[in-house]
């Protein structure tokens, strides 16, 4: 069954450093996601993706995250500066189509994010 | 605000008995809600979807029913075995094709 591959599976990184997440969809899904979850808390929603922009965003998703799909297969978050509470599992998902009614939204393993 | 409720406590129940999980959910009116598991360190795995005008949903031990007046779903696994120990996500459209998650309740089945 295809799979949203992501990697790293676990990064280390020191307050302030840029960090990118790398996801690779499955091939014929055209929105993308990243969702995060903090240890022991719930995920939480913070960017939808469409047709290369932004389809909306939540309130975590400040100016020091970015999303980009560099070529036809990755979907990258970046996360320019980061700190302490940035720590989190950060899952990338992908659906092929959407629409009011619903549809099957597949999660990748995720990226293990621990700033120290 | 928006709030969507799970059990915070564990759920144990014996191998074979009928799991009931419930979501529960206020000031919202979500067009269809999904059930999630997760296993520790991975990502959600998606299991059922039941839309707004439906009122129960199967698929093979599963089965989840949606009262939209209550505002509550309930997610049933009959004849539950150990490999179902996991936790279970309730996530409602959360406008904008989004998901809006609960905070999980999870399931452990003993022999």
């Known amino acids: 069954e295809p799979e949203v591959t992501q990697t790293p599976s676990h990064q280390v990184t020191q307050m302030g450093q840029e960090v990118i997440l790398r996801c690779v969809p499955i091939s014929n899904h055209l929105y993308f996601y990243w969702y995060r979850q903090i240890l022991g808390q719930k995920v939480e929603f913070l960017v939808s993706?469409?047709?290369?922009?932004?389809?909306?965003k939540s309130e975590i998703f400040d100016d020091q995250f970015s999303v980009e799909r560099p070529d036809g297969s990755n979907f990258t978050l970046k996360i320019r500066s980061t700190k302490l509470e940035d720590s989190a599992m950060y899952f990338c998902a992908s659906t092929e189509w959407t629409s009011s009614s619903g549809n099957t939204i597949y999660f990748g393993e995720g990226s293990w994010l621990t700033v120290v | 605000s928006q709030k969507i409720e799970q059990n915070s406590e564990a759920l144990n129940i014996q191998e074979g008995k009928t799991a009931t999980l419930t979501c529960n959910y206020t000031n919202y009116s979500p067009a269809y809600l999904q059930w999630y598991r997760q296993d520790p360190g991975r990502g959600p795995v998606f299991l059922l979807l039941i839309r707004e005008n439906e009122k129960e949903k199967r698929k093979e031990r599963l089965k989840v029913t949606f009262d939209t007046t209550l505002k509550q779903s309930l997610f049933h696994i009959t004849a539950s075995q150990p490999a179902d120990s996991a936790t279970y996500l309730c996530a409602l459209e959360g406008g904008g094709n989004k998901l809006t998650f609960g905070t999980g309740t999870q399931l452990k089945v003993e022999l």
């Open positions: 993706f469409y047709n290369n922009e932004i389809s909306e």
